[in-house]
């Protein structure tokens, strides 16, 4: 990843003024005051990692990228978009202040509760969490907190480092929600959003079976009750992404979905466009939830 401080391109053929209006031009994206970054080598995603690069080098000694910045540091998922600001935690003093590119907090923080990551100062892992548990939407911390559980943060240690914090209650119900089978940040959103809507909350991961013991599927969800399986359908799935052809991967979701169908399941599949619709997804489930009897246990 490229950044360039526009103090370093002045004279090379440049000045402020054709910085400016390059960057008016979409040619270059401003990533924080005086670091552009040519717009074209830019993925979704990559903006905040950049500006964190950027704010890098100007940060003083007691500084630490902190919430969804040190969540991307780390690795773990959230719903950060392109615009959200560099978070910081700063442990010098003085209070928290939020400028066009920085949201800075003041606070304190132990030995324990930062790292580096890549040469970058960062809180831990285990801070992290917590940080973002107390503070952002439900289903944006049940995602972070399955992450982290997956990576073996221990769930009682997270427990007890929220227990006084600001928020702690907010965080105690994502963290005992959590559970590390989820296997991807949208199946996570979904869970999570499937419960804030006050519907039955499903199995995960869970394996089916046919009446004579073969092995048929294992479901991203499933309401065994209702005999409907959920499937979130991630971008990768049929791009060859995974190592599976294209075709190859449609023509086995088709004959699973198939094997499912024959034991009497009904399959709901859901996407990236559904889950990033406002209350689509509060819709879906439902609606085909109602179309289905209860079975009796068992069956």
Same mark, same amino acid.
């Given at each position: 990843?490229?950044?360039?401080?526009? $103090?370093?391109?002045?004279?090379?053929?440049?000045?402020?003024?054709?910085?400016?209006?390059?960057?008016?031009?979409?040619?270059?994206? $401003?990533?924080?005051?005086?670091?552009?970054?040519?717009?074209?080598?830019?993925?979704?995603? +990559?903006?905040?990692?950049?500006?964190?690069?950027?704010?890098? %080098?100007?940060?003083?000694?007691?500084?630490? =990228?902190?919430?969804?910045?040190?969540?991307?540091?780390?690795?773990?998922?959230?719903?950060?978009?392109?615009?959200?600001?560099?978070?910081?935690?700063? #442990?010098? !003093?003085?209070?928290?202040?939020?400028?066009?590119?920085?949201?800075?907090?003041?606070?304190?923080?132990?030995?324990?509760?930062?790292?580096?990551?890549?040469?970058?100062?960062?809180?831990?892992? %285990?801070? #992290?969490?917590?940080?973002?548990?107390?503070?952002?939407? =439900?289903?944006?911390?049940?995602?972070? #907190?399955?992450?982290?559980?997956?990576?073996?943060?221990? $769930?009682?240690? %997270?427990?007890?480092?929220?227990?006084?914090?600001?928020?702690?209650?907010?965080?105690?119900?994502?963290?005992? =929600?959590?559970?590390?089978?989820?296997?991807?940040?949208?199946?996570?959103?979904?869970?999570?959003?499937?419960?804030?809507?006050?519907?039955?909350?499903?199995?995960?991961?869970? +394996?089916?079976?046919?009446?004579?013991?073969?092995?048929?599927?294992?479901?991203?969800? %499933?309401?065994?009750?209702?005999?409907?399986?959920?499937?979130?359908?991630?971008? !990768?799935?049929?791009?060859?992404?995974?190592?599976?052809?294209?075709?190859?991967?449609?023509?086995?979701?088709?004959?699973?979905?198939?094997?499912?169908?024959? +034991?009497?399941?009904?399959?709901?599949?859901?996407?990236?466009?559904?889950?990033? +619709?406002?209350?689509?997804?509060?819709?879906?489930?439902?609606?085909?939830?109602?179309? $289905?009897?209860?079975?009796?246990?068992?069956?």
């Amino acid at each position: 990843m490229e950044f360039h401080p526009t $103090r370093e391109l002045v004279g090379n053929d440049l000045d402020y003024a054709r910085i400016a209006r390059r960057v008016g031009a979409g040619d270059l994206v $401003r990533v924080r005051r005086g670091v552009v970054a040519p717009a074209a080598e830019l993925q979704p995603g +990559q903006r905040l990692r950049r500006a964190i690069e950027a704010t890098a %080098l100007y940060l003083n000694v007691g500084t630490w =990228f902190s919430h969804r910045s040190a969540a991307l540091i780390h690795g773990l998922p959230t719903l950060a978009s392109p615009l959200t600001l560099v978070e910081v935690v700063r #442990t010098f !003093g003085g209070h928290g202040n939020k400028s066009a590119h920085v949201h800075a907090r003041a606070a304190s923080l132990t030995s324990e509760e930062v790292v580096f990551v890549d040469g970058l100062p960062v809180t831990s892992l %285990l801070r #992290t969490v917590v940080d973002l548990a107390c503070t952002v939407p =439900f289903p944006e911390a049940v995602m972070i #907190t399955d992450a982290a559980l997956r990576a073996g943060v221990d $769930r009682e240690a %997270l427990l007890a480092a929220a227990s006084d914090r600001y928020g702690c209650r907010k965080a105690e119900r994502a963290i005992l =929600f959590a559970d590390p089978l989820s296997e991807s940040p949208p199946e996570s959103e979904s869970r999570a959003r499937i419960v804030m809507a006050g519907l039955p909350v499903p199995e995960i991961q869970a +394996q089916i079976f046919s009446a004579t013991g073969e092995f048929i599927a294992r479901a991203d969800f %499933l309401w065994r009750g209702k005999r409907v399986v959920g499937e979130y359908d991630g971008e !990768g799935k049929y791009d060859g992404e995974f190592g599976v052809s294209p075709v190859v991967a449609v023509r086995n979701a088709r004959e699973r979905q198939a094997a499912l169908e024959a +034991q009497g399941y009904f399959v709901l599949r859901w996407g990236k466009d559904v889950l990033r +619709q406002p209350g689509e997804l509060e819709r879906r489930v439902p609606h085909t939830l109602a179309m $289905r009897p209860w079975l009796p246990a068992g069956t």
